[in-house]
């Protein structure tokens, strides 16, 4: 069964990042990592309590959802994590993105994202902020050159999207697809 983390920081877009932990569930294991930030957006966005979001996914056997604080998982090493498919944060903050391109780690999230750099497992920071500062663009230029994928949150509007569920599926599905995962999540372009 393949293996991936699923990190949801304090950036607006909280849905994503649950959207994708309730796909990959589907098809493997999916360790999640919710930084505190994260859990007052997701209040602020969705009126969803951290205790709520733990409950949701306490039946689903296919999620672990792990503490930013515990710094000692076995998330945090390479000997574990060098095993994984892909390492998502979505949606991923500026602040998250900084320190992921400065190598610094405050929570788990940052120490798996350096690992995955590290080890060359795939690592994808869906972002979410406008406009950028030349300091976010600087960033995301260490973190592609380190190998991550920069994947900003900007669903298309070429496929007709008829409702927020359908733009939420495209981005969600764009990033299945930088996995290899196969699904059908939303309208490919087909023109001849
Ligand atoms: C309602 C709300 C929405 C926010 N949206 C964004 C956003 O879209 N992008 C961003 O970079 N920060 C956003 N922030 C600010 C981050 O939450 C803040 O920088 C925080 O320190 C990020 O911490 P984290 O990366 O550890 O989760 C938002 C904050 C709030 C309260």
Same mark, same amino acid.
């Given at each position: 069964? #393949?293996? %991936?983390?699923?990190?949801?920081? @304090?950036? *607006?877009?909280? $849905?994503?990042?649950?959207?994708?932990?309730e796909?990959?569930?589907?098809?493997?294991?999916?360790?999640?990592?919710?930084?505190?930030?994260?859990?007052?957006?997701?209040?602020?966005? /969705?009126?969803?309590?951290?205790? #709520? %979001? $733990?409950?949701?996914?306490?039946?689903n056997?296919?999620?672990?959802?792990?503490?930013? +604080?515990?710094i000692?998982? +076995?998330?945090?090493?390479?000997s %574990?994590? *060098?095993?994984?498919?892909?390492?998502?944060?979505? &949606?991923?903050?500026?602040?998250?993105?900084?320190?992921?391109?400065?190598?610094?780690?405050?929570n788990?999230? /940052? !120490?798996?994202?350096?690992?995955?750099?590290k080890?060359?497992?795939?690592?994808?920071?869906?972002?979410?902020?406008? &406009?950028y *500062?030349?300091? /976010?663009?600087?960033n995301?230029?260490k973190?592609?050159?380190?190998? @991550?994928?920069?994947? &900003?949150?900007? &669903?298309?509007?070429?496929?007709?999207?008829?409702?927020i #569920?359908?733009?939420?599926?495209f981005?969600?599905?764009k $990033?299945?697809?930088l996995?290899?995962?196969?699904?059908?999540?939303y309208? !490919?372009?087909?023109? #001849?």
């Open positions: 069964m #393949d293996k %991936f983390v699923v990190c949801i920081t @304090g950036a *607006s877009g909280i $849905i994503y990042g649950i959207r994708l932990i796909e990959l569930s589907k098809i493997g294991k999916v360790y999640t990592i919710v930084s505190k930030n994260g859990y007052l957006v997701m209040e602020k966005e /969705h009126n969803i309590k951290k205790s #709520d %979001f $733990i409950k949701k996914f306490s039946s056997k296919n999620v672990v959802i792990v503490s930013e +604080k515990n000692s998982s +076995k998330l945090a090493s390479g %574990f994590l *060098s095993k994984f498919k892909a390492v998502i944060i979505a &949606p991923c903050s500026m602040s998250t993105l900084g320190a992921v391109a400065n190598g610094v780690n405050y788990l999230i /940052h !120490r798996v994202s350096e690992v995955a750099l080890e060359r497992v795939k690592l994808i920071l869906l972002i979410r902020e406008m &406009p *500062s030349l300091i /976010h663009i600087e995301m230029k973190v592609s050159i380190s190998g @991550g994928i920069i994947a &900003p949150a900007s &669903p298309a509007f070429y496929n007709y999207p008829k409702s #569920d359908d733009m939420i599926n981005v969600v599905g $990033i299945l697809d996995i290899g995962v196969e699904n059908s999540l309208k !490919r372009w087909m023109n #001849d």
